[in-house]
């Protein structure tokens, strides 16, 4: 058994509450493509379309289809205002978003409305799902892990209630030197890309820890990537190296 100090040597705990309302403070703005987090939003975009590729061949779908993903159940969780959730749902997925905060889902909520787009929202913790007998075939992790004080749980909670034959998808940063100078100090206090105090770096988790937790429940690590920032033609995309940002991707085993 992992021992849960491994995944979070943390120098002080996380308050849930806070964190929850650090992210309400910022749901308004997040769907704005001039706005303060058109940055974030362009990250948003390269990295959806790379969970895109990952759930078309991992269930092998053709994603020239006009809805790809019929018949897949998809539940993200920490879905903040449904960035992923829209676009999988508008692929026909049956998809599920949940997040702690209120006014995310409302947001969100009405946005699908507005579009017409079927998505299920609900406001409550993944704790909540503990011993549900709903399972996903593809269940989303994304920016989420660094912000939940019990990261063990979380892990274990996205185990259980994927399906056999499911795909997990765990999106986070890098707890390295590197990820704090530029998660960090470049993008909070430098260049403004998110509000100062957004990330605390001691609540990272690398990539070699959620692997390990994974394994210990019986699921396969797939891959791990990472997403980076080209400045010269001021545009973000896939690359092999993990050592700020990474997805990965793992299976449940048949």
Partial sequence: M???????PTIKPLNQQAEIEKFDALAAEWRDPNGKFKHVLAFNQTRLTAIENA??????????????????????????VGLLCEPLASQGADVTGIDASAY??????????????????KHCLADDLLNAEQEYDVILNTEVIEHVEDKHQLIEICCDALAPGGLLVMATLNRTVKSYLIAIIG?????G??????????????????????????????????????PLI?????????SVNYLLYAEKPT
């Fill in 2 to 8: 992992l021992d849960k100090s491994q995944l979070s």
């Fill in 55 to 80: 759930i078309a061949q991992h269930f092998k779908r053709d994603l020239n289809q006009d809805i790809p993903f019929q018949g897949l159940r998809i539940l993200d969780i920490g879905c903040g």
């Fill in 187 to 191: 993008a909070e206090y430098v260049m």
């Fill in 234 to 242: 001021n545009k973000w995309k896939i690359t092999k190296e993990t």
């Fill in 193 to 230: 890309y998110l509000p100062k105090g957004t990330h605390e770096w001691q609540h990272f988790v690398k990539p070699q820890e959620i692997s390990q937790q994974l394994n210990a429940k019986g699921l396969n690590t797939l891959s791990v990537e990472g997403v980076k920032f080209n």
């Fill in 104 to 121: 995310n889902i409302r947001l969100a909520q009405q946005h699908a409305n507005n579009w017409s787009i079927k998505v299920e929202y």
